[in-house]
């Protein structure tokens, strides 16, 4: 029994310590990359202010291939950007980010050979190149600048007939919330229309209440008057009305 708890305990101490690790490695390569990703960040800046500089300041060859190297970088960083972007919302993205990645690889030979050109020291020689390197850019900057705007237009499009969507659908409750009836009948008002509602509908012909609004008599019962009609309205007899001061009469007898 105190040998299966020991190796429990063992177990449960590895596995802990097995989890540690395993966490610490994460950590690790995580905080890894995202240092290198500064530093790629901070390098790309570097570069694009360098150059950005080079193509103001300098003329001649040095000046042109740091702006066909600028122009190059911040068309692809955009497309890229865009693209990553989008493709999360849009899976059809997919497949232009697929075509992004081949025309990456064109795009960092090109970039390769312009930053190669920078050292050349025969400048008569790479003016002689800036035609060619100049056309190749304009192709790949031309390639990635069309996807980028194929996929703006994309989602603007896709934005827009969700609005138009949305705005109908809005219209249709604006109405229906202005399809309002008349104001709802007071109780008292309520009350005397069910009254009159239902005397008209249980008198219909005049056989239920008579015209004092009491009920009529059934048929087959004769009133006092002639021919069953309903009597008028009469006295009563004094003789047959009695009075609590009054005294029972005494019947007559015979002897």
Sequence with gaps: MEATIITIMALLFLSFVALGVFVTVKV?????????????????????????????????????????????????????????????????????????????????????????????????WVAGQLPELAARTERITGSADALRRAARDRALKFAEDDLSTLSA??????????????????????????????????????STADGWGHPARPAGHAGPGTGGEPSAITAPDPRRTAYPWEKSARPETTT
């Design 28 to 124: 690790a390569k995580a905080a890894k990359r995202g240092v290198d990703r500064t530093i790629d960040q901070a390098r790309r800046t570097v570069e694009d202010t360098t150059l950005r500089a080079k193509s103001i300041g300098q003329v001649g060859a040095a000046g042109e291939l740091a702006r066909l190297r600028l122009s190059l970088r911040t068309s692809m960083r955009a497309t890229q950007e865009a693209l990553q972007a989008g493709v999360g919302e849009d899976a059809s993205l997919k497949e232009s980010l697929d075509l992004f990645h081949r025309l990456s690889a064109h795009g960092l030979e090109l970039d390769a050979d312009l930053k190669r050109l920078e050292r050349e020291p025969d400048r008569a």
């Design 169 to 206: 659908q809005i219209d249709v409750e604006a109405g229906a919330l202005r399809h309002w009836t008349g104001p709802e009948p007071t109780p008292g008002t309520t009350a005397r229309t069910a009254a009159g509602t239902g005397a008209g509908a249980g008198a219909p012909d005049g």
